[in-house]
């Protein structure tokens, strides 16, 4: 097996863990004149590295002394990186800043034809200043472009599962066939760590046990890497609530697991920043705080985007296509309201698809503590909260790393995709519809991770701790939902009976020879048949009242709920109506309420 680069991109947190420092000399660089590279690398005519950095000797001019330009402070060129498809070529670079901590950064070549300077900029961020000038930083770049190092390196675009290994930005978990690089552009580390695990474990870990949404929460935070091992989209949950719940709690709690709660994301942002910064957060975790920041449109696409687990297509100036970003990662919101709630409340209609992709978990646990069962010996769940608010920030980081590394060692042990179905096998519903079978699942996969993580010594819980907890909140999300059955029947009934309700007599056209009426903004037609009303719709006309909804899908679940008056063979009925003749129709007939009503 080759070596495993540990890697971190200039300017982040990446120490010196798994590399060795002996590479770049005792003082960071090597002590005597060198013009094959540190790393083996071949430099070019006319370039060499000393203690004192990196220099460029110009003899071009016979008839003058040489001149010496110092470029900048010492730096390795550890390795030629490219992808799986030997494309995006570049540099993996290594360096050390002021105060000796090691960076390296995997440097697309593209970069070097930004007229911009980005890639100076992301080295100065790094602690390696190059020296200015307009011909230094021409000598810099001919550098890099003309170099040639010896080593290959496997670059990947995001962090994650990766040909055996587990890439983060400042480590690589595990051991490839050969090294691996993170090439990506990042503002910072989002997994940096602090403390110990073990100081994790007797806080935050601790205390969640007995505690229903905290447990789940931490499981749903472990469950990311295991997504792609088993199968699965991303997808996540949304703790809703009012103020002072301890929902947000619970969100820094699962941040905790992979890095600072400082670096947690929130719904006051672009669907462009989320797409940018979702590729840092592959198999693993993303946060996004405070529901209500955001506007209703920018909720409706991101809840999307978050399930697809891939961005937009877009196409650089020259018109060929960028590769799209792609991910796979648990998503955890929090928000007072729900996603349905806030999407109604800007005059949106929520789908189905929503619900499915953030599961909509109610904050409260039901004991009048808010969040909270059990508070630990705390003695209020105000101090309980600011105890395992302070806790995340004092530890965090470590959780991850340790569950991936189990994750790694015993994978050949692991019989995931069983187990997964064993989950989903005791836990659907008889009758379930497809929707719930799919939420089940997501649920059962937090179930397995949070044992997954018992079992590895990540969290010092008994066995069975984290399946009390996920089916707890499993029930609760089946009774808040009301049945087991599809929601777009669910949804398209309620729709068609509020519009029905408001608009009955006002926007549908009488059948019944009422001759010169007028109907401004006509939605459909009217008979009566019988005791009965039947409202008489053109396809259209049904689709644009069921807005949002998938109408063929809509159609057959009021169908199924016995909405429609059909013929023998077709949900549609031949009619003759005003203006358009002989018509292919959808007949619907509100069944009756209690009372005799029929909306």
Known sequence: ????????????????????????????????????????????????VNAAGLHYVDNSNPDKDPVTYRLGPFIEVAGRTRDMESKEWGLLLRWRDPDMVLHEWAMANSLLSDQRGGWVRELAAGGWVPEPGLKQRQLLAAFFAKVAPARRVR??????????????????????????????CMAGNPYKQTGTLEQWQSTVGQWAQGNSRLVFALALSFSGPLLSMVGMSPGG????????????TCLLAAQSVWG???DINTWNATRNGVEGALELHNDSFYSLDELNEATGKTVYDVVYMLGNGRGRSRANQDGSARPVRRWCCSIMSTGEQTVDAKLAAD???GKAGHGVRLIEIPADAGA??????ELHGHESPRAFSEAVDRASHEAHGTPGRAFVRGLIAKRGELA???????????????????????????????????????????????????????????????????????????????MLRAFVARFGQSRFQSLDGQSGERIPDRAGFRRVVGDRTQYVFLPQQLGAVLAGLHLPAAVKALDSAGYIRRNEKHATQ????????????????????EGGEAC
């Open 416 to 494: 995931l995709s069983q187990d997964l179905q064993a989950y989903c096998t005791a836990w659907t519903p008889p009758g379930a519809s497809g929707q719930v079978g799919r939420v089940v699942r997501r649920f059962a996969l937090f179930a397995l991770a949070g044992e997954l993580a018992r079992a590895l010594g990540v969290v010092p819980w008994q066995e069975g701790e984290a399946v009390r907890a996920v089916k707890q909140c499993l029930d609760d999300w089946l009774q808040a939902r009301g049945g087991v059955g599809n929601h777009e029947a669910t949804q398209a009934a309620e």
């Open 368 to 373: 009048g503590l808010g969040a909270w069962e």
């Open 574 to 593: 031949k009619i003759s109506l005003p203006e358009y003749g002989r018509a292919r129709c959808y007949v619907v007939e509100l069944p009756e309420v």
């Open 347 to 349: 005059g949106l209609q």
């Open 155 to 184: 670059c990947v675009p995001n962090v994650g599962h990766h040909d055996g290994c587990f890439v983060l930005p400042d480590e690589v978990i595990g051991q490839g066939p050969e090294p691996v690089a993170l090439q990506a």
């Open 237 to 248: 949950a949304n703790f809703h609530g009012t103020s002072s719940t301890g929902k947000t």
């Open 260 to 262: 600072s709660p400082r």
């Open 1 to 48: 097996m080759s070596e495993t680069l540990h890697v971190s991109k200039s300017g982040g947190a990446g120490g010196p863990s798994g590399a060795n420092p002996g590479r770049l000399g005792v003082e960071g660089c090597p002590t005597t004149e060198n013009t094959s590279g540190a790393g083996g690398a071949v430099l070019p005519k006319g370039y060499y």
